[in-house]
């Protein structure tokens, strides 16, 4: 009788682990994406494959990536994120996308850490995570500012989400075969609009274990011209959302203080005494996140907060102007916002 070997048992079925691609959209990015490619070839986990697309750049970028194995990818005109990235996940064979902004730089550990929590988490097919309070390059209290509030709204939301901000994110690459792509129409609240497709179907998680450092904004003007920008597509993206509204980086009660200031101070004309409203709201808006404002204090002390509130307020008025403006346009342009789209696997 021939007698063959046993076939060894396993108790469970050791698991490959997913490939990842790393897809990074750049503009102008000369001042930080060293910084960034470093940390991406630096992960526990490497990636299969980084691709850079440089967004018709007038600086050094292209002349940084090519420093690095990348596959370098040009669009002809500036075209804005959600077509650079769209460009990225068509390139990519991963299994898992894992988007980083090309002025982050990304902990050692937040590709694992993502995928470790994909596996753990049933249904979840999308991590994202949280800027570190450390700035890649400290340029100033105004960037302070930004990266103090940008951790705390983000560690404050930590599980299961409905919004994916994809400055540091991993995705199934299945997802996008399901939803489709971004929104190329929208130069801001594109993850918001893509995230709204996803959420019913595929599970968000949002970690304060996958971080990076950032290089935000660090100048006055500039962010609140951004952030007016940005705020104009709130309105066209909260109406059009399907499910229940997304991860919120303010508290409501401090934008309705900030448009309180903005709506009772003309009434200061009349008589003086009407100058106690708007300061009643200014009053309101400084207790409106007493979460916040106490983080704030622990990490940089009480002179620094009243510095950060004013910064704050500055940043609610922008956006309450933004928002006004972008409510007008949504009502009288109806090509304003995202594409209407139908929810997957529906019909007209």
Known sequence: MTHFPAVPTFDKVV???????????????ERTLHACLSAVYGQTHPPVEVIVIDDASTDRTREIARRFPVRLLQTPVNSGPAAARN????????????????????????????????????????????????????DGPVEAYRLLHAHYWRVRNTGRVR????????????VFDDIGFFDERLRA???????????????IWLSADVTCRHD?????????????????MLVPVA???????????????????AAAVLGTLPLAALTP??????????????????????????ERGTAFLALFLGLHFLVHLAIVCGGTVGGVRFLLDSD????????????R
Not at 163 to 174: D, E, G, K, N, P
Not at 216 to 232: N, T, V, Y
Not at 336 to 344: D, E, I, M, Q
């Open 15 to 29: 698991s490959v682990p997913p490939h990842v691609s790393v897809v990074i959209p750049a503009y102008n990015s």
């Open 216 to 232: 935000d904004d660090s100048r006055l003007w500039p962010m609140l011209r951004k952030q007016f920008g940005r705020s104009q």
């Open 163 to 174: 919004t994916a901000i994809f400055a540091l994110c991993a995705v199934r690459r299945s």
């Open 239 to 257: 109406v059009r959302e399907r499910g229940p509204a997304g991860l919120r980086a303010n508290r409501p009660g401090g934008v309705l203080a």
């Open 273 to 298: 005494v009407l100058l106690a409203l708007p300061g009643l709201a200014l009053a309101w808006f400084a207790v409106a996140d007493p979460g916040l404002a106490g983080f704030v204090r622990r």
């Open 87 to 138: 460009r990225g996940i068509k390139a990519s064979t991963g299994d898992v996308v894992f988007f980083v902004d090309a002025d982050c730089a990304p902990t050692p550990t937040a590709i694992a850490t993502a995928l470790r929590i994909m596996a753990d988490e049933p249904g979840i097919d999308c991590v994202h995570g949280v800027y570190l309070t450390q700035p890649l390059y400290d």
């Open 189 to 203: 609240s594109e993850d918001v609009e893509l995230s709204d497709r996803m959420a019913d179907r595929h599970g």
């Open 336 to 347: 304003f916002g995202p594409t209407r789209r139908l929810a997957p696997g529906t019909s």
